[in-house]
């Protein structure tokens, strides 16, 4: 694997993507750890392991080892350590620190990446849209793109091969969307992409599936979204002004019930 390599005051720093389940082995170059007594792996600064570079002795941190449930493999003659069935935890800084008579550090930052999600796109009604309110014939199929449970993606919308829009996250989110407008008769080509930087998972669009005109009979609530949105906002404002009127009524009653009751009461008396 192919690593971006950049220095940070002075040390080799090595950027390590990996997919969430592989294997991932980061190395020494073999030419500069001539001379160099001792080995040094550290994790956020806490020591994972050593190696005596003169009789070939591996030491490991005994608590370090048991957070990765001896996933880690360091080999003696090369100085690489690998890590075996990876997880999201595995991410972050691993320093490989070199001692001798010189002393040199390299920094590998490691980033594990779950697979992302096969993006899936629904249609709906755009509120904000000028025909919705007069209850007109929409123009354009309004669409979702969306993907659920991911963390470190990018979701872009296509036209052909050209860029539309794109949206990033970076902390896992439990669902993200991204809108586009098309017209019903649009015969282009479209998909939405996810990707993060070692996979990524496309959904072509289906105009026919998604957009229907008002000849078809069966998606007339997406045709006319005004209307239906109008008749929605209609019942709910009907049904909450029944329920108000009743409440009145079972106030009066019960306001009426207390005079007699008292009016009873004081003839008693």
């Known amino acids: 694997m192919d690593y971006e390599t950049n220095r940070v005051f002075g040390d080799e720093v090595k950027v390590v993507p990996v997919m969430e389940g592989h294997s991932v082995t980061l190395t020494a ?3 500069e750890r001539q001379g160099y007594d001792e080995l040094e792996w550290v994790l956020a600064g806490a020591l994972i392991a050593k190696i005596n570079m003169k009789n070939k002795q591996i ?9 990765f449930r001896d996933r880690l493999q360091l080999n003696n003659q090369t100085g690489s350590l690998t890590i075996i ?3 999201i935890t595995d991410s972050g800084p691993y320093h490989l ?3 001798g008579t010189n002393l040199k550090s390299k920094i590998f930052n490691v980033t594990v990446y779950a697979p992302v999600t096969i993006p899936f796109i629904t249609s709906y009604c755009p509120l904000s849209s000028s025909s919705s ?5 929409l123009s354009k199929c309004a669409l979702l793109c969306s993907v659920v449970n991911v963390s470190h993606v990018s979701l872009s919308w296509y ?5 539309l829009s794109s949206i990033s996250v970076s902390d896992l989110i439990s669902s993200f969307s991204l809108q586009m407008e098309v017209e019903y008769q649009d015969k282009n080509t479209y998909s939405c992409v996810i990707n993060n930087p070692i996979s990524h998972q496309t959904t072509h669009l289906d105009i026919s599936q998604h957009c229907h005109t008002c000849s078809d009979i069966s998606s007339s609530s997406i045709c006319y979204c005004g209307t239906a949105e109008s008749v929605i906002r209609l019942v709910t404002s ?9 409440a009145v009524v079972v106030l009066i009653y019960d306001i009426r019930s207390r005079k ?6 004081e003839q008693k008396k």
């Open 159 to 163: 036209k052909g091969n050209s860029l």
């Open 59 to 67: 030491s490991f941190n005994e608590n370090l080892n048991k957070r």
């Open 260 to 265: 007699v009751e008292q009016k009873r009461k």
């Open 97 to 99: 620190e070199m001692k």
């Open 29 to 31: 170059d073999g030419t």
């Open 238 to 246: 009907a049904l909450v002004g029944v329920a108000a009127a009743a």
């Open 85 to 87: 069935n990876t997880t």
């Open 133 to 137: 309110s007069s209850g007109s014939l």
